[in-house]
């Protein structure tokens, strides 16, 4: 199976432990619009190696726990003594209403989305908040949407589809924000770093034939880059 896109080198040693674009600076746009309190319980859902967590509590925030599936990020993460368990987010091992807010960063559009909303809605205390960061679709129909390896381009819709799947989860959204910006300036890394996008995406698969469905999938589905910010509903 190919290697998702978030675990390849090109990557790895283009964005290092932040593993999304805008890296710290994005999170810092959640905690400047979230204003989170020092003794609130934080998850970082889908933490990865564990950039974010280091910056939480950085930012005086103590009580950030670290979730994620993959079991060398988790380890990684370890190394940097933040606590982190190794677990699905539509499986968390979690008492319900325990979390006064969730950072999603670039993990929600790998995961089967309303099963990781609903997880997530029962974790979070009811006014708590959850923040997303991930990629949208511009477009999503046509015969070349189809991405080559697991990546969270894969997972996007559009923004309306979006909205109503937190709606109906029983979040309420209060920031909406389009960061495409940031992606066209990871694409922009990674062009520097490799020639082009097409190179990019042949040192990620290792396949001239799949480096050009992902060129393919990107034109079809004018992928864009979001933040929401969305507060529990009280049950
Ligand atoms: C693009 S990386 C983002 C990591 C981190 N949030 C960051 O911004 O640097 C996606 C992460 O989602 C994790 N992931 C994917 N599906 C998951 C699931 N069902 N449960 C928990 N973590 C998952 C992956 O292991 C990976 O670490």
């Known amino acids: 199976m190919a290697v998702p896109l978030y675990q390849s080198s090109a990557v790895r040693q283009g964005l290092g432990c932040s593993l999304r674009p805008g890296g710290e600076w994005l999170t810092r746009r ?6 989170p309190e020092a003794n609130h319980v934080l998850l970082d859902a889908g933490c990865g190696p564990g950039g974010s967590l280091g910056l939480l509590r950085a930012h005086g925030l103590q009580n950030v726990l670290g979730v994620d ?5 988790v380890a990684e993460a370890q190394i940097q003594h933040w606590p982190v368990l190794q677990a699905d987010l ?10 006064d807010m969730v950072i999603c960063e670039c993990v929600w559009n790998l995961t089967p989305r309303e099963r990781t909303l609903a997880e997530l809605g029962r974790v979070v ?3 708590g908040v959850l923040a997303i960061t991930d990629k949208y679709a511009r477009k999503s129909d046509g015969p070349d949407n189809t991405w ?26 209060t920031t ?10 990871t694409a922009a890394r990674f062009v520097f770093e490799h020639g082009s996008l097409h190179g990019f995406w042949l040192a990620v698969t290792g396949s001239a034939e799949l480096a050009d469905q992902a060129c393919r999938a990107s034109q079809a589905t004018k992928p864009g880059f979001f933040l929401l910010i969305a507060t529990r509903n009280t049950s």
């Open 125 to 127: 205390r009811s006014g």
């Open 90 to 99: 539509c499986r968390l091992p979690l008492a319900d209403q325990s979390i």
């Open 69 to 73: 599936l993959d079991r060398e990020f």
């Open 176 to 185: 909406l924000e389009d960061h495409s910006r940031l992606l066209r300036e």
């Open 30 to 35: 959640i905690l400047e619009l979230s204003r």
């Open 148 to 173: 080559p390896v697991p990546c969270c381009f894969a997972g996007a819709s559009d923004l309306a589809t979006v909205r109503s799947l937190i709606n109906v989860a029983g979040f309420t959204i």
